[in-house]
């Protein structure tokens, strides 16, 4: 290991399968559910009694234990926020796929809300957590591009995040997992609002453990990958087949620390995965009928069971709003093994698979349980919809792009009127308004390579073709024009405008 100066983590979670304290209890408990199956006839959250606890608890010096009698609420909800990476819209069994089994987030989606019509900020890793973060398109602040381990530029200072917002309220707040907000000091989130964090700054294909970037590595003209705990570089290249594990322990040990009635927290629990490379831990490897990618599915959604039974330990259920979505939709084509469901394109297009991405909410007694919501919702309603749960109002001076999204989350009505625009770059791409999505641009589906587009309308109806396999642009020239207009104007006032 190099440069290693914090002994509690990485003294016990090296390199090496099965060597820290607690591995025998993981591994009969792997072994015990792998008998069983992840998809038990009851499909509990997970196997309360076995799976995955020994080893996510193990540093643990004491057992979780509810932080005191029966909690009364008299401050805000806690919140915790987790994200996937390039996980697609079809990749889980609770929105149609059978062959990646997923019983802990399809026994959260039953008992909360799981969104039809959420949208991601973006369909690529960077600005799509800017957006999430701030309630603000990335264009307004420069934030349009993918960033790298030679960037030199992040997310701005006078940008407040999420997590800036509810530290004011007296949040404690923790990112965990995957930034991809510039890695310079100055960019990272103890910068932005979260008093801890522990993870790496930018995807795990920057990496030499990724074999397309490799001999850039061997030759040393990129960086090693850094594994970070607040500011400062505690190991280089984590072995990459323990990193979901260890992110799941370090949220799981904040959870314990944080556990009390007197304060709120947000945690902010950013997972690599199922971005390539694909490195299934051991005892996951095989495990699926779909490949790696299939394993790294399912070892997600095992460390997301984790997490809930961490919360049911600690007492923090009723009192803990757990959202769970991805940064963008899934890469197709070439070695691409996600899903879009239904939707057309994936990952870096203007596509509803780029953006459409899974979302489940659950907030026992706020969220309704077992409800299935066609209501519009996007990854920039998330900091304004957090903030007016916690009792803040969005200040005014802010140019919001996010909307409180409250009614959404408590199954209310919907009163708001589907409006989107797709943006890729400094450009809108695409814009929906009601049913109604025109394509200014029409790009390659995979989104590899976005050089290549025909620049010509592209007009579909997305309540009777989701999939946009239908150019009804002849048909209704006047609606092209109306939805051109309003897109070049949107584009006009953002670009303009800070």
């Known amino acids: 290991m190099i440069g290693s100066t914090a002994e509690p983590l990485h003294a016990s979670f090296a390199c090496r399968p099965m060597s820290f304290p607690g591995a025998s209890q993981f591994r009969s408990a792997v072994e015990a559910v792998g008998k069983a199956g992840l998809c038990g006839a009851t499909r509990n959250v997970l196997d309360r009694r076995q799976f995955l606890v020994g080893a996510l608890l193990a540093r643990s010096t004491t057992a979780l234990q509810p932080p005191g009698p029966a909690f009364i609420r008299r401050r805000p909800p806690n919140f915790l926020l987790i994200l996937a990476d390039d996980l697609g819209w079809g990749d889980l069994g609770c929105y149609g796929n059978s062959a990646i089994r997923t019983p802990n987030l399809d026994r959260l989606a039953s008992s909360g809300t799981r969104f039809l019509q959420f949208y991601a900020a973006a369909p690529l890793c960077t600005p799509s957590r800017a957006g999430l973060l701030t309630g ?17 530029g992040g997310l701005p200072s006078t940008e407040k995040t999420l997590a800036s917002w509810l530290k004011l309220a007296g949040y404690t707040t923790a990112c965990i997992g995957k930034w991809h907000l510039g890695h310079l000091p100055q960019f990272l989130p103890t910068r932005h609002g979260f008093h801890t964090y522990f993870g790496i700054p930018y995807s795990n294909d920057m990496s030499a453990q990724a074999g397309a970037h490799a001999f850039l590595y061997s030759l040393r003209l990129l960086p090693p990958l850094p594994l970070i705990r607040d500011e400062h570089v505690v190991e280089r290249e984590p072995n990459q087949r323990f990193l979901l594990e260890r992110f799941t322990s370090e949220a799981i040990r904040f959870l314990q620390r944080v556990a009390s009635p007197a304060r709120p927290f947000f945690l902010y629990l950013a997972y690599h995965a199922p971005h390539r490379p694909l490195h299934p831990h051991p005892q996951f490897a095989g495990h699926s009928s779909s490949g790696k990618y299939g394993d790294v599915v399912e070892e997600l959604d095992a460390h997301v069971g984790a997490l809930l039974e961490a919360l049911r330990r600690l007492g923090l259920v009723e009192d803990t709003l757990v959202l769970f979505t991805s940064d963008n939709g899934p890469v197709i084509g070439g070695s691409g093994e996600g899903s879009a469901g239904p939707f057309r394109g994936g990952k870096g297009t203007a596509w509803e698979g780029g953006f459409r991405v899974p979302c489940v909410a659950c907030w026992p007694g706020r969220v309704p349980g077992a409800m299935v ?21 969005p200040p005014s001076h802010v140019l919001w792009d996010g909307r409180d999204a409250t ?59 989701p ?32």
């Open 407 to 465: 009614s959404a989350l408590v199954g209310e009505p919907a009163a708001r009127e589907p409006q989107f625009f797709f943006w890729l770059g400094r450009r809108v791409w695409a814009v929906r308004k009601g049913p109604w999505k025109l394509h200014l641009t029409v790009v390659p589906e995979t989104g590899l390579v976005v050089r290549r587009h025909w620049w010509r309308p592209y007009l579909c109806h997305l309540d009777t073709d």
């Open 467 to 498: 999939g946009e396999q239908c150019n009804l642009a002849a048909e209704h020239p006047g609606l092209v024009e109306e939805l051109r207009e309003l897109a070049l104007r949107h584009q006009r006032e953002v670009l303009g405008r800070a």
């Open 136 to 152: 603000r398109l990335p264009a307004r602040f420069g934030l349009t591009h993918v960033l790298g381990p030679l960037s030199r």
């Open 373 to 393: 919501s066609s209501a519009f919702f996007t990854a920039l309603d998330i900091t304004p919809t957090l903030m007016s749960l916690a009792g803040l109002r």
